[in-house]
T-cell receptor, first 116, second 112 residues
């Protein structure tokens, strides 16, 4: 099946620094990827839709200058949390839209971000 | 827009017990319906799906039937195992979009 990886799986950083999270589709090309945020014991909140070669589309209430998304190739999307603060600590999950007519989303394993 | 309402739990069962997690939906038309599972510390995995009314999705002993009459997609398993302990999410596409709308998740704990 289609595999999506994320790197790093876990990151701890100091307040004010920036953190980049990578999302890769390993065995398929994905023109569309999604970035989600999940707070403890809560559901996934869609942050943005990432389209290869174009600007990401952000959901209402998500700061695009805070969460920079770059989808530079058909297998890689990155999320950069700029000037991270403790309230940005969360579990970030990406998904990639698979090939074919089913348009199924395949999810990465997630990245745990802790901002001190 | 499309939405799902999912039984919130948590649910605690003994091994080999019967499991039902309720999910009802509101949607325009008949979109595909999904159940995802999230094991501790991991991302989501598609557990099963149904693409049209009356379809039954099944995987790893889990089943769910797309019922348009009751707008439901309840997840069932006849005999749960400790390894089934996880959070289960019901989901469907947002109307006219490829985005997914998720339920709040139901945490299942299975005790030996």
């Amino acid at each position: 099946g289609a595999v999506v990886s994320q790197h790093p799986s876990r990151v701890i950083c100091k307040s004010g620094t920036s953190v980049k999270i990578e999302c890769r589709s390993l065995d398929f090309q994905a023109t569309t990827m999604f970035w989600y945020r999940q707070f403890p014991k809560q559901s996934l909140m869609l942050m943005a839709t990432s389209n290869e070669g174009s600007k990401a589309t952000y959901e209402q209430g998500v700061e695009k200058d805070k969460f920079l998304i770059n989808h530079a190739s058909l297998t890689l999307s990155t999320l950069t949390v700029t000037s991270a603060h403790p309230e940005d600590s969360s579990f970030y999950i990406c998904s990639a839209m698979g090939p074919g007519p089913s348009r199924e989303q395949f999810f990465g394993p997630g990245t745990r971000l802790t901002v001190l | 827009g499309n939405s799902v309402t999912q039984m919130e739990g948590p649910v605690t069962l003994s091994e080999e017990a019967f499991l039902t997690i309720n999910c009802t939906y509101t949607a325009t038309g008949y979109p595909s319906l999904f159940w995802y599972v999230q094991y501790p510390g991991e991302g989501l995995q598609l557990l099963l799906k149904a693409t049209k009314a009356d379809d039954k999705g099944s995987n790893k002993g889990f089943e769910a039937t797309y019922r348009k009459e009751t707008t439901s997609f309840h997840l069932e398993k006849g005999s749960v195992q400790v390894s089934d302990s996880a959070v289960y999410f019901c989901a469907l596409p947002e109307g006219g979009s490829e985005k997914l709308v998720f339920g709040k998740g139901t945490k299942l704990t299975v005790n030996p």
